[in-house]
Nanobody, 123 residues
Framework: VQLQASGGGLVQAGGSLRLSCAAS????????MGWFRQAPGKEREFVVA????????RYADSVKGRFTISRDNAKNTVYLQMNSLKPEDTAVYYC?????????????????WGQGTQVTVSS
């Protein structure tokens, strides 16, 4: 499975961005898809994950009410709508796939990773 993340950029605080993650190769809509982020000097942290049916989602407390994950299984694409962005959201954002139907927030349980896209929020 290959994952290609896109949509990052520079935005002012309070602004919005929409990230996309396109999957190719041996894709399976039953995979759990997730977004993680890593700021300079910090460990990679969980942002959000979504189950295959898009009914089950899990968000980090820091992004609840501001970020929304969705997926289009027909297009093998996952989206992350980020609103009310804050400077502390600045990081490289990675999409990841887990070959299991169970939601997880642990990076070690995701076997496939995209290359990352930079999100910078200015104050």
């Amino acid at each position: 499975v290959q994952l290609q993340a896109s949509g990052g950029g520079l935005v002012q605080a309070g602004g919005s961005l929409r990230l996309s993650c396109a999957a190719s190769g041996r894709t399976d809509s039953s995979y759990v898809m997730g977004w993680f982020r890593q700021a300079p000097g910090k460990e990679r942290e969980f942002v959000v994950a979504i189950g295959w049916s898009a009914v089950i989602t899990r968000y980090a407390d820091s992004v609840k009410g501001r970020f929304t994950i969705s997926r289009d299984n027909a297009k093998n694409t996952v989206y992350l709508q980020m609103n009310s962005l804050k400077p502390e959201d600045t990081a490289v954002y990675y999409c990841a796939a887990r070959t299991d139907w169970r939601i997880s927030a642990a990076p070690s349980e995701f076997g496939y990773w995209g290359q990352g896209t930079q999100v910078t929020v200015s104050s």
